[in-house]
């Protein structure tokens, strides 16, 4: 039976988090080990993870408070060795099947190798409201321009964990969009799978939900292009070049270069621009891409 580690970032989650404990440990098909870090809680949320400790089901440490990204990055670091490692948020419910559909789509390879999926909207009661826009091409172009991956639903091998923890960016924006890049650019096995097996809760303290308003989606658009966000995308693909350009397949590596350094010139930006790799679902995301690109902002 495969060994999944779940790695399970929590922050003053008290309110979903029993739950979400209860659906991992009703996995089903997998020998499964929970990790858990807390990133500085203040609610009861540590005394939910010492009672589980206690009854054996969990292991989890705690540290500064590094905010999501860095504590699953810090997470994966740390994590038992494993044939696999899942990512889990704290508020979620996962179906039995969950793991067992992922590792049956990415059985073990020397390769790198990723699995993602669809989630099933839900409101604070799990009463359902929707899918998740799956509508994506999951090339290396369109990942420059826009991320499909949502973190709870990724499933990797230990082969892209290698690749992913061999160093530890400072810049990083986001754990999911990081490491599907990086299967990507090292020419890994990518699923993306249609089917949920994942009630992804929608509620106001989302770090990033997937039940935007249109006020909301113009907001956050406007803070890439104007606000503290200006620039993230670019700086972060900065440092995957600088961290891994040695080692990424050529192909990889010049288009990565190509994008990193984008706003050398105005000759850089049409460039990118240009390229017919980029891509995007939707008209309004490229506009976007185009617009930021050109004003340097990307």
């Known amino acids: 039976m495969n060994k999944v580690c779940i790695l399970l970032s929590t922050y003053n989650g008290e309110k979903y988090l029993e739950e979400q404990l209860t659906s991992l440990i009703n996995q089903e098909g997998v020998d499964i080990q929970i990790l858990v870090r807390d990133d500085g809680s203040t609610d009861k949320t540590l005394h939910i993870l010492n009672k589980w400790k206690k009854d054996g089901l969990i292991e989890w440490y705690t540290g500064e408070n590094l905010r999501p990204a860095k504590s699953f990055m810090n997470l994966l670091r740390n994590a038992p060795k494993a044939d696999f490692y899942a990512f889990c948020d704290q508020d979620d419910v996962w179906l039995p099947n969950k793991l067992n559909k992922a590792i049956c789509k990415i059985e073990p390879t020397d390769k790198p190798a990723l699995y993602l999926s669809r989630t099933t909207l839900v409101d604070t009661d799990k009463n359902i409201i929707g899918m998740s826009e799956f509508e994506y091409k999951f090339t290396l172009g369109e990942a420059i321009v826009t991320n499909p991956a949502t973190g709870c639903t990724l499933v990797l091998n230990n082969s892209l964990r290698n690749i992913a923890v061999r160093f530890e960016p400072e810049r990083l924006a986001m754990h ?39 006020k909301t989606k113009i907001k956050r658009r406007t803070e ?6 200006a620039g993230e995308r670019s700086t972060s693909l900065k440092e995957l070049f600088e961290l891994y350009g040695n080692d990424m397949p050529s192909e990889s590596r010049c288009f990565i270069e190509k994008a990193a350094k984008y ?3 105005f000759f850089n930006k049409m460039n990118l621009i240009l390229d017919k790799r980029l891509c995007a679902p939707k008209f309004s995301t490229m506009m976007n891409f185009y617009i930021a690109v050109l004003l340097g902002k990307f």
């Open 263 to 265: 706003d050398k010139s």
């Open 224 to 229: 890439l292009l104007l606000g503290k966000k």
């Open 176 to 214: 999911d969009e990081w490491i599907y890049k990086l299967c990507l650019i090292f020419n890994g096995i990518l699923y993306a799978d249609k089917e949920s097996y994942i009630l992804y809760r929608q509620h106001d303290h989302n770090v990033l939900g997937a039940n935007e308003s249109f």
